[in-house]
């Protein structure tokens, strides 16, 4: 049996459904630009997937309308040049080399290389095998104290390369107000 696809709408939120080789059913509001999404194994009854939805729209009503402010703040912002991109680029990748250079010796790691990129769902990445870490150019309007907290994060996947939680105790350890920082960021957004 193939994938099929359809959409329900539940208290006027759209929804796509999309029935393919899954186990479980999976929700999701995508960050982008607030579209609801959900997965179900190709056996599932339509009315187990509405009642499932139905189950859990007041969750997806407050991200959908999270992100969608979100995305509504994103339009309003001015484009950047080229050149402003690869000034603030500089700028920023400087500023986390020298982090970097702070944090190594006391973590007792090595960072092979920096980029800075624009990414749409993450503050960074890191490559734990190469060492080599990505951090958002949109990092560069958040304040020092949000880029500090995301290079000892990145960092931290050198030592622990999953989110388990002995990897956020090394986060605990070397950057004790972690919380704050992640949650301003998530509530603003990238």
């Known amino acids: 049996m193939k994938e099929k ?3 329900l709408v539940i208290e006027d939120v759209p929804i796509t459904v999309t029935k393919k080789r899954v186990k479980n059913l ?4 995508r960050q982008e630009d607030g579209g609801v999404f959900l997965s179900a194994p190709l056996r599932c009854s ?7 939805a139905k189950e859990r729209i007041d969750w ?3 991200n959908r309308e999270k992100y969608l402010e979100r995305s509504r703040v994103r339009a309003l912002r001015p484009e950047l040049t080229d050149k402003e991109i690869r000034c603030r680029k500089a700028l920023l990748k400087a500023a986390v080399e020298r982090l970097i250079a702070k944090w190594e010796p006391r973590m007792g790691i090595n960072v092979s290389e920096v980029t800075i990129r624009q990414m749409k769902t993450r503050w960074g990445s ?4 190469t060492h080599r870490i990505s951090i958002n150019l949109a990092l560069y309007e958040k304040g020092p104290e949000c880029l500090e907290y995301v290079v000892v994060h ?10 388990s939680p002995a990897f956020w105790a090394y986060v605990e350890q070397y950057y004790p107000n972690w ?7 998530q509530e603003e957004g990238i």
């Open 126 to 129: 890191c490559n734990v095998k």
């Open 154 to 163: 990145e960092m931290c996947h050198i030592l622990e390369a999953n989110h």
């Open 60 to 62: 997806v009503k407050g």
């Open 26 to 29: 999976y929700l999701r509001v």
């Open 46 to 52: 339509d009315e187990r997937v509405y009642k499932f």
């Open 5 to 7: 696809k359809y959409y």
């Open 179 to 185: 919380r704050e920082i992640k949650k301003r960021l």
